[in-house]
Each structure stands twice: as C-alpha cells, then as structure tokens.
Nanobody, 121 residues
Framework: QVQLMESGGALVQPGGSLRLSCVASGNIYSIGVMKWYRQAPGKQREFVARIFRDGGTYYSDSVKGRFTIARDDAKNTGLLEMNSLEPEDAAVYSC???????????????WGQGTQVTVSS
C-alpha cells in the first residue's frame, strides 16, 4: 500500500514563506513525476508545479519565480518552497506522484490528503 503524506501547511502573513513536504511511504520501487496542486474554497483544483525524475521542472504562471519544487528520491520526498506568499495562494495543497511498486509494474497515480495553507495578516 502506497501513501502520500503532505505536511508544512500553516498560517503565514503576506510576503512570508512556507516549505511543504510530501513523503511517499509503502512498497515503492520508483517515483516518476511529482506534482503539486492546490484548491481554494469554491474554486477548481489548480496545477501548481511538477518535477520529473531528471529534475526538470515546470510551474504555473501564477507561482513562477516565487515557488520552487524539488525532490529527494533517497527519501521518497517531494518539496515545495513557497516565497512571497499572497492571499491568493491560500488553499489546500496536495501532492500527486506516479509510483511504481516493482520493476515490472506500471506507474500508478497517487494523491495525498492535502495540507492547508492560509495567507492572512
């Protein structure tokens, strides 16, 4: 059983920073692309950033230059460094990862439960 667990969400003032973590646990052979999404109340889920196994990254225009996505495959962990936070960044942030449980299996998509980020003075 593979699980993703996010942490690091908190209340932060505008202009502040947060670092989110996403730890994959269970029977993991390898992790493919890792992504972060967010969903604010009353809004659709929004793509934030993704990182491939080779380290290649891609960001939504709304966070480019302020957020940095990273990964530590030795620890089965994905990271999202968020700087210059704005009230519009407030949302539940969820990680998403394609995971293989063996060398003979396909990548399967997994989601975490999410972590709340609140940006307010």
């Amino acid at each position: 059983q593979v699980q993703l667990m996010e942490s690091g969400g908190a209340l932060v003032q505008p202009g502040g920073s947060l670092r989110l973590s996403c730890v994959a646990s269970g029977n993991i052979y390898s992790i493919g692309v890792m992504k972060w999404y967010r969903q604010a109340p009353g809004k659709q889920r929004e793509f934030v950033a993704r990182i491939f196994r080779d380290g290649g990254t891609y960001y939504s225009d709304s966070v480019k230059g302020r957020f940095t996505i990273a990964r530590d495959d030795a620890k089965n962990t994905g990271l999202l460094e968020m700087n210059s936070l704005e009230p519009e960044d407030a949302a539940v942030y969820s990680c998403n990862a394609m995971i293989r449980v063996s060398g003979n299996s396909d990548y399967v998509e997994h989601w975490g439960q999410g972590t709340q980020v609140t940006v307010s003075s």
